[in-house]
């Protein structure tokens, strides 16, 4: 079979949250900007057109977006062992940016652990525990090399900015002891609808982000963050092709991503 015929009727989803001005995100990192810097007849062509373009101002971890392993160091090492400070200087990373992410097409797992609690969203500062992965993979095996993300409802709650970004209340999300579980799975990748893929709790804020630790600098695997699921996890789908692919803006720490999900 071909591959267009296997990819004929297949749905597609946007894992992506929109980009806007004033989008919830995290207070560590410059915030989203954009502005129409030409506007349609500031400048007008002999025949009659005229363009209008955009200046554009972000973080690379504002919005939907992949962390890069340069991302998080420890003791000022990097995965790997690797001193941070031999890579990186004011233009950025020389390696373990994010332009060294090698674009992912492949199987993606989904661990809907709001489901396994039988509600749409999780509590504020839930911790998701190796007990709930394990119930919400059920049957399906995780295989080294696949994407996994982790559901817990709460892009459900892009709008409510305070609330998403949980600095009172604390968000749901994987703990030291969830992200071992991953970690031993070997996935290419995890990602979740958080603006940090961890467990916060209620007024802790990002004081420590151990889940980032044990993924990007001990087991050398990229994060997803602020993923647009909901539409996905109310699909009941839960194996998929996952097409991820940042920005390969050159020695940066992260970029944003527009996740695709292809559903046979």
Not at 244 to 251: E, Q
Request: charged share 20%; with cysteine.
């Amino acid at each position: 079979m071909s591959l267009w015929k296997a990819l004929e009727g297949s749905r597609v989803l946007d894992l992506a949250q929109p980009m806007r001005k004033g989008m919830p995100q995290s207070p560590n990192h410059p915030p989203f900007r954009m502005a129409l810097e030409r506007r349609h007849g500031d400048l007008v062509r002999p025949d009659g057109g005229s363009a209008a373009n955009e200046i554009i101002v972000t973080g690379g971890h504002v919005g939907t977006h992949v962390d890069a392993l340069a991302h998080v160091s420890q003791e000022g090492l990097l995965y790997g062992g690797r001193p941070a400070a031999e890579v990186m200087s004011h233009a950025g990373f020389s390696d373990m940016g994010i332009d060294g992410f090698e674009p992912f097409v492949g199987r993606c797992v989904l661990l809907d652990v709001a489901a396994v609690h039988g509600v749409a969203t999780l509590p504020a500062g839930y911790e998701v525990t190796p007990d709930d992965l394990e119930r919400a993979a059920g049957e399906m095996e995780i295989r080294a090399g696949d994407a996994v993300l982790v559901g817990t409802g709460w892009s459900r709650l892009w709008e409510s900015g305070d609330d998403f970004t949980g600095q009172r209340n604390g968000v749901p999300g994987p703990g030291a002891d969830a992200a071992r579980w991953l970690a031993a799975r070997r996935p290419r990748v995890v990602g979740g609808e958080t603006i940090a893929f961890e467990h916060i709790a209620a007024g802790r804020g990002h004081a420590t982000l151990p889940v980032h630790r044990i993924m990007l600098v001990e087991s050398g695997i990229n994060i997803v963050e602020t993923m647009r699921l909901a539409e996905l996890l109310d699909s009941g789908v839960r194996e998929f092709l996952l097409i991820l692919n940042p920005l390969p803006i050159v020695g940066a720490t992260g970029a944003p991503v527009r996740p695709l999900a292809v559903i046979a």
